[in-house]
């Protein structure tokens, strides 16, 4: 399909949608001229008027990113009105369809569409308002999990690994957040962080000061960093330096050993699973596995869930990965699951385990429905 004829169908969509909404919103509920000529303003401004900012005028940093989160939330939005009218309509027709009954009488209709409207439109706005607070407004929460790693060493039992990923520093997310993460990060008291990607959103003039706060994150073997996706858009070598001045280790498809001697086990780290696709480095196990040590336990850092059973195969105990978000927003967060055959949470394979975090900010809308954000505190077992 052309790009050409694409646009032009999301352009029909998007206005056909307005359309619909202005009718069930403005028209039918009988409001006064001046009302509906406001509806239609509203809309226009709201639907193809965030499509033409986005599109034609250059706005700096942060303003692009907060206008293009907010033509996000708006979709959302518009997305759950909708299915709600649609709803109330279709149960409305069926209902009179099974009664047998004549049409309703234009007053009656007219109070039956303010009902509907004014419950869609509350009921719309209870869930994006949670949803924001659920994002944004709230400190997400360490959550604990503890998973076998075949090849620990007994003495090892106990140890913690606090993961943080898809944190999405930039022009939302910024330094207020940081230091509520590194805060609650601290107080959980790991012995190992872990960051696996999609840790920013900007480029480090823009954002520096902001990641700069992980610099305070503590915890007794140190902090470690994988590359994900959105590193690619922000140039990933640049941001791998700047982490590096900050305090975070960088694994680039290497190993390092945490613990001394028998009482250790290798950590592993890849680039993101798409680098390659950019032109750039990107995954390689190989080159990772060549660096660890093949009799000891292996922990894997890579920021995809892909590539688990192969991984698994060559001797991995634990792949720690996010990206996923869990799907972020209902209904995404059923549908993630046709896409990724791990969306969030624990898997097994034989005797490795995968865990995939719903990630610990947001990307896109800044909503969290029905998966909330997360930070996790892996407990290792012998």
Known sequence: MSFGLFS???????????????????????LPRWGRWGGVVLLVLLGPGFIAVRQWVTLPFPWRGIVTAAQWLWIVTALYLMGLLVAADLGGWLRRRRAGRAEVSPERRQ???????????LATGSLVGFGYWRAYGAVPEVREVAIRVPGLP????????LQLTDVHVGSIIQRRFVDEVVARTNAARPDLVVVTGDLVDASPSQIGEAVGRLAGLRSREGTYFVTGNHEYHSDEQVWCAALEGMGLKVLRNRSVTIGQGKDSFDL???????????????????????QSRPDVARVLLAHQPANFVEAAARGIGLQISGHTHGGQVFPMTELIQLHWEHSAGLYSHHDA??????????????????SPPEIVKLVLTA
């Open 8 to 30: 032009t169908l999301v352009l029909s969509a998007i206005s056909l949608g307005h359309l619909y909404l202005y009718r069930r919103l403005f028209r039918d509920t009988g």
């Open 111 to 121: 109070f039956l569409s303010r009902a509907t409207a004014g419950t869609a439109a």
């Open 268 to 290: 592993l780290g890849v680039d993101d699973w798409g680098g390659r696709r950019r032109g750039r480095q990107g995954y390689d196990l190989d080159a990772a596995l060549a």
């Open 154 to 161: 007994p003495s090892l039992s106990g140890f913690s690994i």
């Open 353 to 370: 385990q995968l865990f995939v975090s719903r990630g610990t900010g947001f990307w896109g809308p800044p909503l969290r429905l029905g």
